[in-house]
C-alpha cells in the first residue's frame, strides 16, 4: 500500500507561487510500506518572495503579540497532538514509521513523551530559565541597576532542521515562535513530515500565525537556494554533522548570526552501588534504553558505558545483563533497517573486535544472533594507557562497555573528545553525587541525566551548554542618565 502527500507549508498569500511549479517526489517504502513525499522544486525568486510575505507577517502580526499569546497558541497546538484521535497525529503515526524506519510503537511513545515537554508550563519554564524577567520580551523592564532594557527576537530565523529523531525540529521551531520570529524551516530529506503537520495545526489554532511559517524542502548545499535564505534571515540555526555544519557556515553572511548543533558524543557512568543484587537488572535495563532508543541516532544516545568495579555484579556481569536486555528492547521495538554502508560498517567492526578478543580475556564481544541488531563490547582497561581511545560507536544499537576501577580513570578517554560531549548518563550514590556532578563538569560535560533518561533533555537545557533562547535575542539598553536628563525637558515641569 502506498500513500502519497503534499508535503510543505507556506503562507496563504503565497500560494499562487507554487502554482507553476515543478513537483518532485520522495520515496519512502519500511515495514512493508511505501510513502510518498511530494515537494515543490523551489528556485531562488521563490524563497524570496515567500520571505517578503513572512518579513511583513512578522512586523504586522507576531511582533505585536504578547509571549503569553503565544505561549497559549502553541500549548493548544500541542494539546491537539496529545490526543490521540487527532488526525495529523494519526497521520504522524502511520507515516513517520515508514518515512523513517523506526518501530511504529517506539513512534507513538516517543511523540507523546516528547510533546509533553511543549505544554504550557513548560514553555513558561523554558523562557524562565533564559530571562530572569520574561516582560522583556513585550516591554522595556527596568534594569537592577539602573536605566531599562527589552529583547528582541531575530525578525526572519532559517532553520536546517535535522532528521535523525522524528519531530526533533520542534525545539527550534518552538524557539523561533517564543522570539516572535518569522519561520522559514528547510526540512530534512530523511525526515520532511512533522515540521510541516506541526505548522499546518499553528494554521487551525492561529490562521495568522502560520502566515509568518514557511516550511520548505531543498537539497543540502544547494547555493543558490542557501544564498538568499540566508542573506534575508536575521538568524540561521542548523542541525548536522561535522561536514553540513561547515558548508553552511561558509554562506551564512557575516550580518546574520549564525548557531550550529553540530555532531556530539555521549557516554553513561555506573558506579558499583548501582549493581547491588536488587539494583543489577534494573540498571542494565535503563543502559539497555538510553543504547536502543531511535537506534542510537541522536547526540543524546551513549556509545560507552564506563562501569565501576566493585559491585555484586562486576562490570562483566554487567555487560552480559546488558546484552539481555537490549535483546528484551529488540523483542518490543525492533531496530530500523539498515543501508547496506550501515550494515557494513556493523559487520567490519565486529569482525576486527572479534579477531582482537582471541588476544585476550580482556575484550569479549556479546551479539545478536543471525543478524546486527544490537551488540555489546566488553573492555578492560590496558595497562598502555595510549591504547586507551575513546570507543566510538557506528551506532545503530552497538555499545561498548568498560571496566574501570573508579571514574577517575575516565579521563584519558575523554581527552579527545572534549569540546564534543553532550550528555553524560550517570547512575550513582548520594555519596558520590557531588563528587561525580564536578568531575564531568570540569571535564566539558553540557548535560548529565540519570541513566534511562539520556534521550530526553528537560525543558529550558542549555543545548551544547548555551542558552536556547536567550543566544537569539538582541538586547536594547536605555541607560539611567537618560531616564534622570528627560526631566529636564518635561515642559509641564515646574
Not at 358 to 370: D, L, N, P, T, W
Request: hydrophobic share 40%; glycine share 6%.
Amino acid at each position: 500500500m502506498s500513500t502519497s502527500f503534499s508535503c510543505f507549508h507556506i503562507p496563504d498569500q503565497c500560494q499562487h507561487l507554487l502554482n507553476e511549479v515543478p513537483i518532485k517526489t520522495l520515496t519512502f517504502e519500511n515495514h512493508g510500506e511505501s510513502v510518498e513525499i511530494l515537494v515543490p522544486e523551489l528556485v531562488p525568486e521563490t524563497i524570496n518572495n515567500i520571505m517578503d510575505v513572512l518579513t511583513v507577517q512578522q512586523k504586522n502580526y507576531i511582533q505585536q503579540l504578547k509571549t503569553n499569546e503565544v505561549i497559549d497558541i502553541i500549548n493548544e497546538a500541542i494539546h491537539r497532538w496529545l490526543d490521540p484521535s487527532y488526525e495529523l497525529r494519526q497521520m504522524a503515526e502511520s507515516m513517520l514509521p515508514i518515512i523513517t524506519g523506526y518501530d511504529h510503537d517506539m513512534v507513538r511513545l516517543f511523540l507523546s513523551r516528547y510533546l509533553r515537554q511543549f505544554r504550557k508550563e513548560k514553555l513558561l519554564r523554558m523562557i524562565d530559565e533564559d530571562f530572569p524577567n520574561p516582560l522583556v520580551l513585550d516591554e522595556f523592564r527596568p534594569r537592577t541597576s539602573g536605566g531599562l532594557y527589552r529583547a528582541y527576537g531575530p525578525e526572519i530565523i532559517t532553520h536546517i532542521f535535522s532528521g535523525n529523531v522524528p519531530a526533533l525540529p520542534l525545539w527550534s521551531l518552538t524557539a523561533g515562535l517564543l522570539l516572535k520570529s518569522a519561520t522559514l524551516g528547510k526540512v530534512s530529506s530523511s525526515e520532511p513530515l512533522f515540521p510541516v503537520l506541526f505548522a499546518k495545526t499553528i494554521k487551525e489554532v492561529d490562521p495568522k500565525l502560520a502566515e509568518s511559517i514557511a516550511i520548505l524542502s531543498w537539497k543540502g548545499g544547494d547555493e543558490a537556494l542557501e544564498k538568499v535564505s540566508f542573506s534575508r534571515a536575521s538568524a540561521v540555526i542548523a542541525y548536522g554533522g561535522k561536514e553540513t555544519i561547515e558548508s553552511i557556515k561558509q554562506n551564512v553572511p557575516s550580518h546574520v548570526s549564525f548557531h550550529a548543533h553540530g555532531h556530539k558524543v555521549s557516554f553513561g557512568v555506573v558506579t558499583k552501588e548501582c549493581l547491588t543484587a536488587t539494583k543489577g537488572w534494573h540498571t542494565a535495563k535503563l543502559a539497555a534504553y538510553d543504547a536502543s532508543w531511535f537506534d542510537q541516532q541522536g547526540c543524546l544516545s551513549p556509545h560507552v558505558f564506563f562501569i565501576e568495579h566493585g559491585g555484586a555484579f562486576s562490570p562483566r556481569d554487567f555487560a552480559q545483563m546488558l546484552a539481555n536486555e537490549m535483546e528484551n528492547f529488540q523483542y518490543k521495538h525492533p531496530r530500523s533497517s539498515l543501508t547496506a554502508e550501515e550494515h557494513h560498517a556493523i559487520v567490519k567492526l565486529r569482525s576486527t573486535i572479534e579477531f582482537e578478543s582471541f588476544e585476550g580475556a580482556q575484550v569479549e564481544m556479546i551479539k545478536s544472533e543471525h543478524d546486527t541488531a544490537w551488540t555489546v563490547v566488553y573492555r578492560e582497561i590496558r595497562e598502555n594507557k595510549e591504547d586507551n581511545i575513546f570507543p566510538f560507536s557506528p551506532l545503530n544499537r552497538f555499545i561498548t562497555v568498560i571496566a574501570v576501577d573508579n571514574f577517575e580513570q575516565i579521563k584519558p578517554y575523554i581527552k579527545e573528545i572534549k569540546g564534543f560531549i553532550q550528555t553524560v548518563g550517570v547512575g550513582c550514590s548520594p555519596q558520590k553525587f557531588s563528587s561525580m556532578i564536578n568531575f564531568l563538569g570540569e571535564c566539558g560535560v553540557n548535560r548529565i541525566s540519570a541513566i534511562g533518561s539520556m534521550p530526553h533533555p528537560q525543558p529550558g537545557w542549555h543545548h551544547d551548554g548555551r542558552f536556547h533562547l536567550a543566544d537569539l535575542v538582541r538586547f536594547c539598553d536605555v541607560e539611567a542618565s537618560l531616564e534622570g536628563q528627560m526631566d529636564e525637558f518635561d515642559p509641564d515641569r515646574e
